[in-house]
């Protein structure tokens, strides 16, 4: 099975900071990588799929970059309602369609 | 809009059994894979299982093969999960969920249920 490896797992940024999630596969996945929010609460949300697409929708401060086995989520400029946990997720081939681990993110 | 309402949690004794379902609206339910995928209180995201869009092909987790079965109802938009032998690690929150390309094996996941709630105590 693929495991995916997220660090950190959490993380404390300031309103307006760059923030940066990285997310590796313990084998090459090719581009199939979806990042997801989940806000405390609610179901998860799909806000980056195939690595570096940007679901309808979300906004354009959210990117995602990478290929094979690392890959990294930024959030440009950090907005209060980007307080979250992120999780990555694999979909290469075969199942299981694991997750990492998931990055908490709080305000500082 | 896409809606996926899901159902049929509760608390359950170890060994027993409980059927979940999803009831999706909102789409061309028959065209699209769907999944569930668990999460146990205050843990990360698991995998469950994935039904293809016309029911041909089912996987499964390994910590729930052979234990689970899921299914769908294209005549009724529905999606079942039937869990057997319930242990207390199967208590989680199961959410349904939907994939993003039709017709596809699997794609990521672009809509989530809110979520029922499975409890495995005695």
């Known amino acids: 099975d693929i495991q995916l490896t997220q660090s950190p797992s959490s993380l404390s940024a300031s309103v307006g900071d760059r923030v940066t999630i990285t997310c590796q596969a313990s084998q090459d996945i090719s581009n199939y990588l979806n990042w997801y929010q989940q806000k405390p609460g609610k179901a998860p949300k799909l806000l980056i799929f195939?690595?570096?697409n940007l679901q309808t929708g979300v906004p354009s401060r959210f990117s995602g970059s990478g290929s094979g086995t690392d890959f990294t989520f930024t959030i440009s400029s950090l907005q209060p309602e980007d307080i979250a946990t992120y999780y990555c997720?694999?979909?290469?081939?075969?199942?299981?369609?694991?997750f990492g681990q998931g990055t908490r993110l709080e305000i500082k | 809009q896409v809606q996926l309402v899901e159902s049929g949690g509760g608390v359950v004794q170890p060994g027993r059994s409980l059927r979940l379902s999803c009831a999706a609206s909102g789409f061309s339910f028959s065209g699209y894979g769907m999944h569930w995928v668990r999460q146990a209180p205050g843990k990360g995201l698991e995998w469950v299982a994935l039904i293809s869009y016309d029911g041909s092909n089912a996987h499964y987790a390994d910590s729930v093969k052979g234990r689970f079965t899921i299914s769908r109802d294209n005549s009724k938009n529905t999606v079942d999960l039937q869990m057997n032998s319930l242990r207390p690690e199967d208590t989680a929150l199961y959410y349904c969920?939907?994939?993003?390309?039709?017709?596809?094996?699997?794609?990521?996941?672009?809509?989530w249920g809110q979520g029922t709630t499975v409890t495995v105590s005695s």
């Open positions: 997720q694999q979909y290469d081939n075969l199942p299981p369609y694991t």
């Open positions: 969920a939907k994939d993003s390309r039709r017709l596809m094996v699997v794609a990521p996941f672009d809509y």
């Open positions: 195939d690595a570096s």
